[in-house]
């Protein structure tokens, strides 16, 4: 179970790297249509049309490339005033139900950006603008990242029971103070 384990840790890790990159290419893309967007509008006085709508598709992809890495370093928002007022037992307990809560959540995202995913491809959905551009390479890039996520719930739910991962933050949600 260990070596099995070992190489789904490698291949995520490969994975999260090569979603970093495609969310850092997605910002340099934003970066750079927005900045020509605003440039055309100062010297023509006419804004690219359809910039607005290809930001937003952009973005989405950017943002949901950045979870499974964001998982994996447990940098997610926490609600720790409850956290740090639990004892290490009660901070197992509910470490677990987060991690089958999120599993849960991110599998049905995943399994539903799938199949939007298939139909945008089935349909070759393009966007109702007027420069028409297609969506389904983004819905695709789309679903290829919130399934990375939900791998990267999986492995650390795999990993959980014999608290060998090596992303359990060294405070566990307390504080130095104990409070």
């Known amino acids: 179970m260990k070596q099995v384990l070992f190489g789904l840790d490698r291949a995520l890790a490969y994975l999260r790297s090569a979603a970093l990159v495609l969310a850092g290419i997605g910002l340099f893309f934003i970066a750079v249509i927005c900045t020509a967007d605003v440039i055309a509008y100062v010297i023509m006085r006419k804004p690219f049309p359809g910039v607005s709508e290809t930001v937003e598709v952009a973005l989405a992809v950017t943002v949901v490339m950045t979870l499974a890495y964001t998982q994996h370093r447990k940098e997610h928002v926490c609600v720790d005033i409850l956290l740090v007022r639990m004892s290490p037992f009660w901070l197992k307990v509910s470490g677990f139900i987060s991690y089958i809560v999120s599993l849960f959540c991110m599998a049905i995202l995943a399994w539903r950006a799938w199949v939007l995913a298939i139909e945008s491809v089935s349909a070759l959905e393009v966007s109702a603008t007027v420069h028409a551009f297609p969506i389904y390479p983004w ?11 939900a791998l990267e719930v999986l492995r650390q739910l795999l990993h959980f029971p014999s608290g060998d991962d090596e992303t359990i933050p060294a405070n566990s949600g307390h504080n130095e103070q104990g409070l």
């Open 139 to 149: 819905k695709i890039l789309f679903a290829l990242g919130i399934t990375l996520a």
